[in-house]
């Protein structure tokens, strides 16, 4: 595998489930993030991790909850989500740090659907 | 407060005409400036980023952007437009110090290519 790979792709759960997204990065960076996509609204970023500690949160409600156990893993638990919880849940890694070589890769996303 | 600019929701091109897809952003300063592409149901792909130098940016694709100070500009530009270029354009810009790089993403210009 190379690059920034997520899994599943695509998920459909009921407001009850309990379930994880899974995001891995090959790339040696050492920083990751997860973005919500929805129809029709901005890139929204959730969380940002850094050297595996949480650097970023934004306002997200606490039925979603990530983990970072290492510098290429990222998880996203998910529970008793709601209908507008549907979007393109995007994870993306990066190095950390200030110069030129600064960039992100993105993996292709979860497309997620809440019944 | 930090922000990007996309004006352009949809763009409509005949294939084989130019392209030029808007981008301006306010910053206290000259922050780095990016641009990414996305195809429907994938990930975003960077097509280009300027961090110092050139304003004039070469990319992958054929793409080119343009950096102007003055108007607070990174306009993306593409001579003739193939058909495969129709996906979501995002154009986004980080402030690389203070130890905390976390880009601003503008809200999209759709690309749709007409034969």
């Known amino acids: 595998e190379t690059g920034v790979t997520q899994t599943p792709r695509h998920l459909v759960m009921g407001m009850t489930n309990k379930k994880s997204l899974k995001c891995e990065q090959h790339l040696g960076h050492n920083a990751m993030y997860w973005y919500k996509q929805s129809a029709k609204k901005p890139l929204e970023l959730m969380f940002v991790y850094s050297l595996e500690e949480r650097v970023e949160n934004n306002s997200v409600p606490s039925r979603f909850s990530p983990e970072c156990p290492n510098s290429s893993h990222l998880f996203l638990h998910l529970h008793t989500l709601q209908p507008e919880d549907s979007a393109l849940y995007l994870c993306?890694?990066?190095?950390?740090?200030?110069?030129?070589?600064?960039?992100?890769?993105f993996g292709p996303g979860t497309r997620l659907t809440v019944t | 407060a930090q922000s990007v600019t996309q004006p352009d929701i949809h763009i409509t091109v005949s294939e084989g005409a130019s392209l030029e897809l808007r981008c301006n952003y306010s910053?206290?300063?000259?922050?780095?400036l990016f641009w990414y592409v996305q195809s429907p149901g994938q990930g975003l792909q960077l097509l280009l980023k300027y961090f110092s130098g050139d304003t004039l940016v070469q990319g992958i694709k054929g793409f080119e952007a343009e950096f102007k100070r003055s108007q607070s500009s990174f306009n993306l530009r593409k001579p003739s437009v193939h058909w495969s270029d129709a996906a979501e354009y995002f154009c986004?810009?980080?402030?690389?110090?203070?130890?905390?790089?976390?880009?601003?993403f503008g809200r999209g210009t759709s690309l749709i290519v007409h034969p």
């Open positions: 986004a810009v980080v402030l690389l110090s203070g130890g905390s790089y976390i880009p601003t």
């Open positions: 993306a890694s990066s190095q950390w740090k200030g110069d030129s070589s600064y960039e992100q890769y």
């Open positions: 910053y206290g300063a000259t922050p780095y």
